[in-house]
């Protein structure tokens, strides 16, 4: 896909700035910028609406949202967003098929939700969570530091006859546990490359705690629960400026249909209930989620993981305040996370999600000696040997491993754009996903002078129904189809008039049967016709419209 911009790199906040404002001067007719968070750095969160002015006002169409950088360090999701801005905008009235969607619906991005936590991330040597906020720190231990200098944190093994690992013989730079009768031989602790912070304990070493705890997808109102049950939720829901910047935006555009949030890594389609089993959800729900995950797996390679059943580690201390879940449960929209990157897949020792693991650790062992071998034939710059190093506590420690930034969590800068591309063309298919109403089978015929018969049929052409998910019927804050006839004297019929909702072709029944032919069982209730008797001076002042948050507005 023709881009403007270069994807072979990250881009720190000065180039993601100027990247939107760039963009803002060369499209006026199809960008449109606002500043939803300045944050406490002084830094502002930007968020994108793409639309065809001239062919409507963006909250009059469909809508899909995608954003990014939830988390500090996951960066690439930031990117993503940024890419398919780039592809929407440097191709629009060149590629038929995005001129076609920018015409019909709209595009809210949200590239950089932590510009401050995505600023230390890039331009330090440490990993952060989601902002470089102090949060519930702890003193004492091991620290996270840069000893030396070549602004990577590695592993630091040390000396220890009361070590758990040892040298693998078996491979070079890799460790191995000891097992129940490893006696003897040379023993180490292994922590992250860094200094010792005293503290109030007994004498075992232990990792210090991060300073930046607070986690941005722990701060949203549905299922939060506080530090004690929720660690990193902050003091409140939406205690956060920018998770409560990033819901306000949500909020005030009611026309945002699907939820995409760009999340690294692991390489899956993550989707809601996150604080129950999915068999508790409605069924044509969890339905859209699995079909969409499908156009996820088509275009990435990505496994299709409910959060609760399969992905959480612990289903009685859910890890809950997550935004696709504010988004589904009190919202009733279809929103789910796309874990970008996906190393261990890559390696061939992919996550089993859902599955126990019964050695779990030997599976870890593999997995990182998979990665390692990857790293130093795909990523030798992010490869370092065990180095000896002088510490000022410790003695006599090596430093060495790879960078886990941008291999583990981030794809190397060379593989970035491959991922990219994935996730536009898989972005570029929800949008064609949603409910579109139209106006069809128009007839206006003169029955006597002055006097019209008038009938339409409205219909949705989405896949998606208007009122997109079950969740949002159950909740009441589904809104009605509403048709009015204008520009004349209605005799018989009603001006004004409500409709419910309008399913689309995913509720179409459908078979394929073992002794028959393929079959239509029952078409989806995805079009209405209306009919009125009106008076008017000419043909041409009758007007009908139809509008509806989700599936946009209509007239003829």
């Given at each position: 896909?023709?881009?403007?911009?270069?994807?072979?790199?990250?881009?720190?906040?000065?180039?993601?700035?100027?990247?939107?404002?760039?963009?803002?001067?060369?499209?006026?007719?199809?960008?449109?910028?606002?500043?939803?968070?300045?944050?406490?750095?002084?830094?502002?969160?930007?968020?994108?609406?793409?639309?065809?002015?001239?062919?409507?006002?963006?909250?009059?169409?469909?809508?899909?949202?995608?954003?990014?950088?939830?988390?500090?360090?996951?960066?690439?999701?930031?990117?993503?967003?940024?890419?398919?801005?780039?592809?929407?905008?440097?191709?629009?009235?060149?590629?038929?098929?995005?001129?076609?969607?920018?015409?019909?619906?709209?595009?809210?991005?949200?590239?950089?939700?932590?510009?401050?936590?995505?600023?230390?991330?890039?331009?330090?040597?440490?990993?952060?969570?989601?902002?470089?906020?102090?949060?519930?720190?702890?003193?004492?231990?091991?620290?996270?530091?840069?000893?030396?200098?070549?602004?990577?944190?590695?592993?630091?093994?040390i000396p220890s006859k009361y070590?758990?690992?040892?040298?693998?013989?078996?491979?070079?730079?890799?460790?191995?546990?000891?097992?129940?009768?490893?006696?003897?031989?040379?023993?180490?602790?292994?922590?992250?490359?860094?200094?010792?912070?005293?503290?109030?304990?007994?004498?075992?070493?232990?990792?210090?705690?991060?300073?930046?705890?607070?986690?941005?997808?722990?701060?949203?109102?549905?299922?939060?629960?506080?530090?004690?049950?929720?660690?990193?939720?902050?003091?409140?829901?939406?205690?956060?400026?920018?998770?409560?910047?990033?819901?306000?935006?949500?909020?005030?555009?009611?026309?945002?249909?699907?939820?995409?949030?760009?999340?690294?890594?692991?390489?899956?389609?993550?989707?809601?209930?996150?604080?129950?089993?999915?068999?508790?959800?409605?069924?044509?729900?969890?339905?859209?989620?699995?079909?969409?995950?499908?156009?996820?797996?088509?275009?990435?390679?990505?496994?299709?993981?409910?959060?609760?059943?399969?992905?959480?580690?612990?289903?009685?201390?859910?890890?809950?305040?997550?935004?696709?879940?504010?988004?589904?449960?009190?919202?009733?929209?279809?929103?789910?996370?796309?874990?970008?990157?996906?190393?261990?897949?890559?390696?061939?020792?992919?996550?089993?999600?859902?599955?126990?693991?019964?050695?779990?650790?030997?599976?870890?062992?593999?997995?990182?000696?998979?990665?390692?071998?990857?790293?130093?034939?795909?990523?030798?710059?992010?490869?370092?040997?065990?180095?000896?190093?002088?510490?000022?506590?410790?003695?006599?420690?090596?430093?060495?491993?790879?960078?886990?930034?941008?291999?583990?969590?981030?794809?190397?800068?060379?593989?970035?754009?491959?991922?990219?591309?994935?996730?536009?063309?898989?972005?570029?298919?929800?949008?064609?996903?949603?409910?579109?109403?139209?106006?069809?089978?128009?007839?206006?015929?003169?029955?006597?002078?002055?006097?019209?018969?008038?009938?339409?049929?409205?219909?949705?052409?989405?896949?998606?129904?208007?009122?997109?998910?079950?969740?949002?019927?159950?909740?009441?804050?589904?809104?009605?189809?509403?048709?009015?006839?204008?520009?004349?004297?209605?005799?018989?019929?009603?001006?004004?008039?409500e409709k419910d909702f309008l399913?689309?072709?995913?509720?179409?029944?459908?078979?394929?049967?073992?002794?028959?032919?393929?079959?239509?069982?029952?078409?989806?209730?995805?079009?209405?016709?209306?009919?009125?008797?009106?008076?008017?001076?000419?043909?041409?002042?009758?007007?009908?419209?139809?509008?509806?948050?989700?599936?946009?507005?209509?007239?003829?």
């Amino acid at each position: 896909m023709k881009t403007t911009y270069q994807y072979d790199h990250y881009y720190k906040y000065e180039e993601l700035k100027e990247f939107v404002e760039t963009f803002q001067k060369n499209y006026p007719d199809l960008l449109d910028v606002e500043v939803i968070c300045e944050t406490p750095e002084k830094r502002n969160s930007y968020a994108l609406t793409i639309t065809n002015k001239k062919t409507g006002k963006a909250l009059e169409k469909p809508a899909f949202h995608m954003d990014g950088n939830t988390h500090a360090g996951e960066v690439t999701g930031s990117m993503a967003c940024l890419h398919f801005v780039d592809v929407l905008l440097t191709n629009y009235g060149k590629e038929e098929e995005i001129t076609k969607l920018l015409d019909l619906f709209t595009i809210y991005v949200v590239p950089r939700i932590s510009p401050d936590g995505a600023e230390a991330y890039l331009t330090t040597p440490y990993s952060i969570r989601s902002v470089n906020r102090k949060h519930n720190a702890k003193e004492g231990g091991v620290t996270t530091e840069d000893l030396d200098g070549d602004d990577v944190v590695r592993m630091m093994r040390i000396p220890s006859k009361y070590g758990a690992w040892k040298k693998d013989p078996n491979k070079e730079n890799s460790m191995t546990l000891r097992r129940p009768d490893d006696l003897e031989g040379d023993f180490y602790d292994i922590y992250p490359e860094g200094n010792f912070e005293t503290y109030d304990g007994d004498e075992n070493l232990k990792a210090k705690e991060s300073d930046w705890q607070l986690d941005f997808n722990r701060n949203f109102p549905y299922g939060w629960f506080p530090e004690n049950r929720q660690y990193g939720a902050g003091k409140y829901p939406l205690s956060n400026p920018e998770t409560k910047a990033l819901a306000d935006w949500i909020i005030a555009h009611p026309n945002i249909g699907m939820v995409s949030t760009n999340h690294t890594s692991g390489g899956i389609f993550l989707y809601p209930p996150g604080t129950k089993a999915s068999s508790k959800s409605p069924s044509f729900d969890m339905k859209m989620y699995k079909e969409i995950g499908k156009l996820c797996k088509e275009e990435l390679g990505y496994d299709i993981v409910n959060i609760f059943d399969a992905f959480i580690s612990d289903q009685e201390a859910v890890d809950s305040g997550a935004f696709d879940d504010w988004c589904y449960e009190t919202q009733g929209l279809i929103a789910f996370t796309i874990e970008l990157w996906d190393l261990a897949k890559r390696v061939n020792v992919p996550y089993e999600w859902g599955k126990k693991d019964e050695d779990e650790q030997a599976t870890e062992l593999k997995r990182f000696n998979a990665c390692l071998d990857w790293v130093k034939e795909n990523a030798p710059e992010a490869f370092v040997p065990w180095q000896p190093y002088k510490h000022p506590i410790f003695k006599d420690v090596e430093i060495g491993g790879f960078n886990f930034k941008f291999t583990h969590q981030n794809p190397p800068t060379h593989l970035l754009l491959s991922v990219l591309d994935q996730m536009t063309s898989f972005a570029l298919r929800c949008v064609k996903t949603l409910p579109r109403l139209v106006i069809d089978d128009v007839e206006i015929k003169e029955i006597e002078k002055e006097i019209y018969d008038v009938s339409v049929t409205i219909g949705n052409l989405g896949y998606l129904p208007t009122n997109i998910t079950e969740v949002a019927k159950d909740l009441e804050i589904n809104k009605p189809i509403v048709t009015k006839i204008t520009g004349c004297e209605v005799l018989s019929g009603k001006q004004k008039e409500e409709k419910d909702f309008l399913e689309g072709y995913s509720n179409t029944s459908t078979g394929a049967y073992f002794y028959g032919n393929l079959s239509t069982d029952e078409n989806a209730k995805a079009r209405k016709k209306y009919h009125w008797i009106v008076r008017a001076k000419n043909k041409e002042d009758i007007h009908i419209e139809v509008t509806h948050p989700k599936a946009g507005k209509v007239s003829i």
